[in-house]
């Protein structure tokens, strides 16, 4: 059974930064897509990052969020900085199913290539 745990969340001033993190179990993880998506209040869910063969990010975090990840702990790292108070959402941690990725899967809502899904963490900037 595969899961993913988020954590990292938390209450944050425009111009700060945050690290969110996500360990995961029950898949083999080196070789999976991973990936954040996240839902502002009242909108559909967005595309952040994900990372497999390089790293894929939407224009809106381009600059300003890194995606990393450590094979060893099986946990992938969302370095945010810069953060803006359009970045208020929940951020979901999300993985793929199958070894493949295609950069196109940053434009194919709501799922964008990801099959299982963290329950969320919330990130919520001032202004």
């Known amino acids: 059974q595969v899961q993913l745990g988020e954590s990292g969340g938390g209450l944050v001033q425009a111009g700060g930064s945050l690290r969110l993190s996500c360990a995961a179990s029950g898949l083999t993880f080196s070789n999976r897509a991973m990936g954040w998506i996240r839902q502002a209040p009242g909108k559909e869910r967005e595309f952040v990052a994900a990372?497999?063969?390089?790293?894929y990010y939407a224009d809106s975090v381009k600059g300003r969020f890194t995606l990393s990840r450590d094979n060893a702990k099986n946990t992938v790292y969302l370095q945010m900085n810069s953060l803006k108070p359009e970045d208020t959402a929940v951020y979901y941690c999300a993985a793929r199913d199958s070894p493949g990725y295609s950069d196109t899967y940053r434009t194919q809502s709501p799922g964008y290539g990801m099959d299982y899904w963290g329950k969320g963490t919330l990130v919520t900037v001032s202004s």
């Open positions: 990372i497999r063969y390089g790293t």
